[in-house]
């Protein structure tokens, strides 16, 4: 017959170690600065979680208004106007031919205060001179990009909340990092002190 193996206790992970180190209980030999450290890590905790739906909502709320308050200025500022291509585009090529691919060619628009502009503009393959586009300019008729759509500001209140959280967790992570150090630093002095107070008890005298 084979021999019973013997009982196996299932291994602990890290969070395991980390809960079962530092929760509270009647321990005698658990210090003052193993609660205090009990304490903080609660603490840092429970900020986060109460935190973080709060950093998130303000800072989307923040990030939503200022690219509104952006779109509003751009789209004050900013004009489409009609440009007139002066040359064609270059002949196709392996990247040219891709499919949305755009190739930088001369055009001619008129500025918003009527001066006329001479420039480089991206255009599809494909298009013959003496073709008009529109292009969004400045005040002054230089290039610039369309104002923000509804799609970049959600996209925006949305990124800026993921590092909010994240800068939050961060900042309490070394929070938490500091008080540990501070309190290894007590811990340490205190076991130098009373190795001075009872080593000499164990060691034979000479």
């Not at 991206?122 to 008009?132: E, L, R």
């Amino acid at each position: 017959m084979r021999a019973r193996r013997g009982h196996q206790e299932p291994k602990s992970t890290w969070l395991g170690r980390l809960v079962r180190g530092r929760r509270p209980d009647r321990n005698p030999l658990r210090r003052g600065s193993d609660r205090l450290e009990t304490v903080i890590l609660g603490v840092l905790v429970a900020t986060f979680l109460v935190g973080a739906p709060f950093v998130m909502r303000a800072v989307g709320n923040w990030t939503h208004a200022e690219s509104v308050r952006q779109q509003q200025a751009e789209s004050q500022a900013w004009r489409q106007v009609s440009a007139t291509v002066l040359q064609a585009a270059p002949g196709a090529s392996e990247y040219a031919s891709a499919p949305g691919a755009a190739q930088e060619v001369n055009a001619r628009w008129t500025a918003p205060d009527g001066q006329v502009v001479t420039g480089q503009i991206y255009v599809t393959g494909g298009i013959a001179a003496g073709k008009t586009v529109m292009v969004w300019v400045d005040r002054a008729g230089q290039l610039t990009g369309s104002p923000l759509d509804s799609s970049q500001i959600a996209t925006r209140a949305d990124l800026n909340e993921t590092l909010a959280v994240a800068a939050l967790a961060v900042a309490l992570l070394v929070i938490g990092c500091l008080a540990r150090w501070t309190l290894d630093r007590r811990r340490l002095a205190a076991w130098d002190a009373d190795w001075l107070a009872t080593g000499p008890r164990w060691s034979p005298r000479r």
